[in-house]
């Protein structure tokens, strides 16, 4: 008989879920433990398996639809039972005039399967939503009718019909309006989406939050990069990035300054002696910071290695909850996207989190000469209620010295 598939356990305290992307639809074959469906919680996106081989039998619950832990969202029949689907109530009868008159006896169509949404790659989704198309007008050319990316930016290159002329009336119409390019697209707030906003009001509700400024010439950092890129990425089969350089300068900013490696809660202040570093990573269901633990005990190669692993799992929504759970202080580097400055928000009950920008050439003076560096800004976001500006300030200088002098981080100085 159907095995019901249910919404899994998917964290502590976590009661209701949404129903994300269905990776297999009604009739698909399905591998035993291969992933059926995206279940998505206020804190992380986690996959249902699939208990046995076989095929999808019913869907019960589209994508966007909420459900509750333990509910069954549909049916799996296995490949080698023989019972059907699910039992459907048997269908009235009625009569169907035909156009020559006579009348013939039929029975009323069950409503159609709810139609699930095509599997959209990333970088698909991407451009069709730069050009305001929906996924499900798409045809997939990939496997499993996957839309891709070329699917997509094959069907941005074809002009859209113009719209049938609205029927003329005295009144403006909405299909009038439709002609000018004013639709409206809506889109259900996935739950981490939520959780994002609902954290982000609170840091700024309730810490006092400000943010100091430093910049930091990059040449030396780059010097090594260029120097030894080939022999890491051959020893450790993980390329040298910038990001490694500034987590092993946090701790040693944060050894210097603990208030920003500490937590406001009241009546204390709570101060680490272990530096767990958030590191902002793009996903496919939105920005996540998994956290890299004892990030004082890890080498260069560990730090890139640990990075690119949560990279790489972020894109595939695989990272897990508890990954994404407990750091003491957060690192986002804006700057792959472009961003030359900015404000970043803290993480609460974080007290700090560290900004990184893009690298410019810029005309800095230099031994009473004006000379062309590569240049980065650092913002440093802090809560003003236990980290004072002069804590900041030598916090980010702290950062800024160690980064511009990389011997500083073997010598511990």
């Known amino acids: ?10 964290g502590e305290s976590i009661t209701e879920v949404m129903i994300g992307t269905w990776k297999k639809r009604e009739g698909d074959a399905v591998a035993a433990d291969e992933s059926v469906v995206e279940i ?13 081989a076989g095929t999808i039998a019913k869907v019960l619950k589209g994508s966007g639809e909420r459900a509750v832990v333990g509910e069954v ?22 009569d169907v005039k035909r156009a020559d008159g006579r009348t013939t006896i039929g029975s009323v169509q ?3 399967a709810p139609v699930m949404p095509p599997r959209v790659m990333p970088a698909a989704a991407r451009v069709l939503g730069e050009a305001a198309i929906a996924a499900d007008a798409v045809a997939g050319t990939g496997p499993g009718g996957r839309v891709t990316k070329s699917d997509a930016v094959a069907a941005t290159a074809v002009p859209a019909k113009p719209p049938a002329a609205a029927p003329v009336v005295a009144a403006p119409s909405v299909a009038g309006a439709a002609r000018g390019g004013r639709e409206e697209r809506y889109q259900l707030i996935s739950p981490i989406r939520q959780r994002i906003a609902e954290r982000l009001v609170e840091a700024q509700q309730q810490a006092a939050l ?9 040449s030396a950092v780059m010097a090594l990069r260029s120097k030894f890129k080939d022999t890491f990425q051959e020893r450790y089969g993980v390329k040298l990035g910038f990001m490694s350089f500034f987590v092993r300068a946090a701790v040693e900013a944060l050894r210097a300054v603990p208030q920003v490696n500490a937590e406001y809660r009241e009546p204390h202040i709570v101060f680490r002696d272990y530096y767990d570093i958030g590191i902002a990573v793009g996903g496919g269901k939105g920005l996540v910071v ?15 290695q640990t990075i690119g692993d949560f990279a790489r799992r972020a894109a595939e929504n695989k990272v897990k909850l508890e990954e994404l759970q407990g750091g003491t202080f957060t690192i986002s580097n804006g700057g792959v996207y472009g961003s030359m400055l900015s404000t970043p928000i803290i993480n609460p009950p974080q007290s700090g989190i560290l900004g990184l920008h893009s690298i410019q050439d810029r005309p800095v003076a230099l031994n009473g000469q004006v000379v062309i560096r590569p240049m980065m800004y650092l913002a440093l976001t802090y809560d003003h209620r236990l980290v004072d500006g002069r804590e900041a300030v030598t916090f980010l200088k702290r950062i800024k010295d160690t980064i511009e002098d990389p011997s500083r981080l073997m010598l511990e100085v």
Do not use: H
């Open 1 to 10: 008989m159907p095995i019901e598939l249910k919404v899994p356990e998917v």
């Open 40 to 52: 998505e919680s206020d804190k992380a996106t986690v996959e249902l398996p699939a208990p046995a």
């Open 73 to 94: 969202i549909g049916y799996l029949e296995p490949a080698a039972a023989g019972a059907a689907v699910p039992p459907q109530p048997p269908q009235p009868t009625v």
């Open 110 to 112: 069950p409503p159609a």
């Open 210 to 218: 400000l943010t100091t400024f430093n910049d930091c010439d990059m």
């Open 290 to 304: 998994p956290v890299i633990r004892n990030a004082e005990l890890l080498s260069f190669a560990q730090v890139e």
